[in-house]
């Protein structure tokens, strides 16, 4: 039997991208998998459904897309969406193959109901930062989103110009960015700032960050207590304690105050966002300023963050953006799309998905696999007692005989 990969459309509120583009139906056609295709998938993000049956996918209701596919990509699957996603459980069949962002780190209870439906989850979330996984590595690509559409939201809720000026009424200065956290969102928030004519400067807890804030434009803001382990074996920066925090925060307070724009990014995977950015130290920043949370769905690195809101205090604006790439479906899609058929290509073998452990990129991102929680850290949050180390390589290919 041929395999099929299903794309139902996004269930998840104001969730306006697809996973898999038309372009990569042609992708999939050419190695020889069928694409079944939800009617509407890719309505918001701008591929019509004709487009699809142009590049060889078939079009059926939600229900067909999750009975006929051996693999299932989703943008957010349960778990990244905890609530609409709970009516995809019953679609799903034991040995099926659900691909997509998962939260599996913190929806716990979402993961459980997976491993007892008997589906191979993978999360594209947990993609190690390896040389071999970077055109998988869809955090990376949403990421890159979020920090451009963070400086568009702050040129506009800023009342001053970004760039400097000289005109016939006199010279306006540029508008001061200040980035905090330069991973891949902050970075793309420098260059994206810069390209606006804004003076900017950037602050990383990872010294090595400072080259590559430099090689921006931007200048690199040294605050002398960055620690020796600042930074995982997964390149993201790691979670430090309170006192560092608040030490953190006292150095960072004169940066603010300068600043006409502020945007963060710090985020630590599976916990609540650290808080770099006070009540006290907003009262301190000029009126009109401008806080732009990226940190917004993790709880925020400012603590007058509301998610989904703009707050406006001591004539701050405190913007707390949610789901950023969504805002920009058309790429956002094209670029996850690249990513999830890049790994899903690396998953097939002679016409079934292999998920053997002696693959890093595999043993990184299963998240459940044969009625159980297949992830050591997630087990570990559920309070499960260590899986077998041979448990995934040990398990059957996953293909088209499990399809019903």
Known sequence: MTMVVGVPKETYPGERRVALIPDGVAALKKKGIEVCVETGAGTEAGFPDEVYRQKGAGLA???EVFRSADVVLQVRALGANPEAGRADLELMYPGQTIIGFVEPLTELDSVRALAQRGVATLAMELMPRITRAQSMDALSSMANIAGYKAVLLAAEALPK??????????????????????????LQAIASARRLGAVVSAYDIRPAVKEQVQSLGAKFVEME??????EDKGGYARAMDEEFYRRQRELMSRVLAESDVVITTAAVPG???????????VAKMAPGSVV???????????????????VVAHGVSILGPLNLPATVPYHASQMYSRNITTFLLH???????????????????????????????????????EAPSAQAAAAPALGPPGRT
């Open 61 to 63: 209701a939600r229900s």
């Open 161 to 186: 110009m970004f760039p400097m000026m000289m005109t016939a009424a006199g010279t306006v200065a540029p508008a001061r960015v200040f980035v905090i956290g330069a991973g891949v969102a902050g």
């Open 225 to 230: 207590l960055a620690p020796a382990d600042a």
């Open 271 to 281: 916990k609540k966002a650290p808080t770099l950015i006070t009540g006290e130290m």
């Open 292 to 310: 732009v949370d990226l940190a917004a769905e993790r709880g925020g690195n400012c603590e007058l963050t509301r998610p989904g809101e703009t």
């Open 347 to 385: 998953l097939v073998r002679d016409g079934a998905v292999r998920l053997g452990a002696e693959d890093e990129i595999v043993r990184e991102t299963l998240v459940t696999h044969g009625g159980q929680v297949a992830h050591p850290q997630v087990r570990k949050r559920i309070g499960l007692a």
